[in-house]
């Protein structure tokens, strides 16, 4: 399948930096909360949170099979917009009174961050 591997290939090139969008998806939503804005800032959380599995899926695979490569991808300061992204969807879904999912959230960030960080220096 050619479609395939093309997208593999587009996707091996993606930055760990990549991460931003989601977090930036995931202030926005936390920044409407307080406006009144509930419907925007849920549709902003949604859309975080269904592109949350993309830069984590890359993060894990880029780990396990692109081991080598692994500490230069995780070392610039963009690669800890993961542990970011994470903790702000994390944060909002407790906003939302989500307390377990938030909390998965926040662990994953908080075991993240460390490890992307020891990358940093």
């Known amino acids: 399948m050619p479609g395939i591997s093309g997208l593999r290939a587009w996707w091996s090139e993606r930055p760990p930096a990549a991460g931003t969008a989601v977090m930036a998806t995931g202030i926005v939503s936390v920044a409407l909360r307080p406006t009144g804005d509930e419907t925007p800032s849920l549709f902003f959380l949604r859309l975080g949170c269904l592109a949350w599995p993309a830069p984590a899926a890359d993060f894990w695979a880029r780990l396990v099979w692109r081991r080598r490569r692994w500490p230069a991808d995780a070392g610039p300061p963009g690669s800890l917009t993961a542990a970011a992204a994470t903790t702000v969807l994390g944060t909002r ?23 992307l960080l020891s990358r940093w220096g």
Not at 94 to 110: D, I, M, P
């Open 93 to 115: 879904l407790s906003l939302l009174g989500r307390q377990t999912l938030a909390e998965e959230f926040l662990a994953v960030a908080v075991l993240l961050w460390p490890v």
